[in-house]
């Protein structure tokens, strides 16, 4: 069963800081540009940051300077290390391949919640 696995969500009060992880025993990450998204309530799925191979990141201007995505390809997993959190970065985080044509089910995703 193809299947991505976020966690590390939660309830911050503004300011405040959470380390999101993705990882899947069935999906691989090596080799595919990979990215974390997110959909708040009544909004579109949005591209927060993406991370190819090689390591080169790129990020929402929205989350610029805040968040830094990482990768460990042995361990199958993405990170997202969120600082300096706002409330509207409250919402339900999903990772998941970049391309298009590799994209693969979307998981359950984590919520983050930020309390102002």
């Known amino acids: 069963q193809v299947q991505l696995v976020e966690s590390g969500g939660g309830l911050v009060q503004a300011g405040g800081s959470l380390r999101l992880s993705c990882g899947s025993s069935?999906?691989?990450?090596?080799?595919?540009?990979m990215g974390w998204y997110r959909q708040a309530p009544g909004k579109e799925r949005e591209s927060v940051a993406t991370?190819?191979?090689?390591?080169?990141?790129f990020y929402a201007d929205s989350v610029k300077g805040r968040f830094t995505i990482s990768r460990d390809d042995v361990k199958n997993t993405v990170y997202l290390e969120m600082n300096s959190l706002k409330p509207e970065d409250t919402a339900v985080y999903y990772c998941?391949?970049?391309?298009?044509?590799?994209?693969?089910?979307w998981g359950q995703g984590t919520q983050v919640t930020v309390s102002s």
């Open positions: 991370i190819a191979s090689g390591g080169g990141a």
């Open positions: 998941n391949r970049v391309q298009q044509w590799a994209r693969v089910p």
């Open positions: 069935s999906v691989t990450f090596g080799g595919y540009v």
